[in-house]
């Protein structure tokens, strides 16, 4: 069985505060609401995939504690392949404490345990349906050894590959450009890669221009309500602008998680979709996912969703 999407990443479980505004150091304020949800970059995109309707697998660790468990259980009641979740004991599952604040901006730390274990032997037993998977998507919220070991193992496989440098480290490997397709990333991210400030569309084209120069086949900059800049190796002239609706935002949080999903959903299944269209679905996708509260929560299905988008 060949899968459409295979996540090499993350799994969290987001701690969530509601509260007027993000505190300040030292400081302690009254927030209105928690909640804890699934989360982790990797696993936010495989879901949101698994929602378009994509068959996917998820190649992770979790620690082998309830947390670890309730995350197994998430993927299965989405249909996601679990026979590359590990659960180990050695660490706990990652989690993330989140601040969000009225305005729908957040503040995240992470301590992702368990699946900085994640590594060549987890990668290996998974190479098979690696290399016969559509698309392969990986993120940093695990060892960047291991994310770039997994695009590399999809790339000798002729396997389409998205790279979101997610945390972004200042120091990349420059073999993680070489080794992905579509090499995806938000303002914040594309100005700790360039050095340059990124603020509007037109710096963005420029960092986009940059990154592009480093050897990927093609670059996305998300711009939160600007929609996203899409520059392609192959076509250097055709830098575009894809715009997006506005909308009214509660909770940007996974939101770049969500256009990820998507965009992996639509390389899988529209192969010949000119990536600009595909990055306009996606922002739409992920327009829905900031209009409630939470990560995989607010992640729309297939049947919420305009019939135009398939
Ligand atoms: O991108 C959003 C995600 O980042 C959250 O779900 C949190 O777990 C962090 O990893
Ligand atoms: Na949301």
């Not at 290996?124 to 050894?145: F, G, R």
């Not at 192959?234 to 999903?261: C, L, W």
């Amino acid at each position: 069985e060949a899968f459409d999407v295979m996540v090499v990443g993350s799994c969290m479980t987001d701690l969530v505060s509601q509260a007027p505004r993000l505190p300040k150091a030292g400081e302690t304020i009254h927030g209105h609401k928690f909640f804890i949800g699934f989360g982790g970059k990797g696993a936010n995109q495989c879901i949101q995939a698994a929602r378009l309707g994509a068959k996917t697998a998820m190649v992770c660790k979790v620690g082998k504690d309830f947390f670890g468990d309730n995350y197994i259980r998430n993927f299965k009641d989405h249909g996601v392949h679990t026979d590359f979740v590990g659960q180990t004991s050695d660490a706990a599952t990652g989690a993330a404490s989140i601040i969000v604040n009225d305005a729908g901006e957040n503040a995240i730390v992470i301590v992702a345990g368990a699946n900085m274990l994640l590594g060549s032997e987890e990668l290996q037993k998974a190479l098979p349906a690696i290399s016969h998977a559509k698309v392969l998507v990986c993120q940093l919220e695990v060892s960047p050894q291991t994310s770039l070991q997994a695009l590399r193992m999809a790339q000798e496989n002729k396997v389409k590959t998205i790279f979101n440098p997610a945390p972004a480290i200042p120091d990349l490997d420059k073999d993680f450009y070489r080794a992905s397709d579509v090499f995806c990333c938000n303002e914040s991210e594309a100005e700790l890669l360039t050095g340059s400030s990124v603020t509007g569309v037109e710096e963005a084209h420029g960092a986009g221009q940059e990154l592009l120069k480093r050897g990927c086949g093609a670059v996305i900059i998300t711009l939160g309500p600007q929609g996203c800049v899409v520059l392609k190796a192959q076509e250097p002239a055709s830098n575009k602008h894809v715009q997006t609706a506005a909308v009214t935002t509660v909770d940007t949080t996974g939101a770049g998680d969500s256009f990820i999903g998507a965009l992996a959903f639509y390389m899988a299944h529209y192969p010949t979709m000119p990536l600009e269209e595909m990055a306009r679905r996606a922002n739409q996708v992920a327009g829905v996912s900031v209009q409630a509260v939470g990560t995989q929560t607010s992640y729309p299905f297939k049947k919420d969703l305009p019939a135009e988008l398939f």
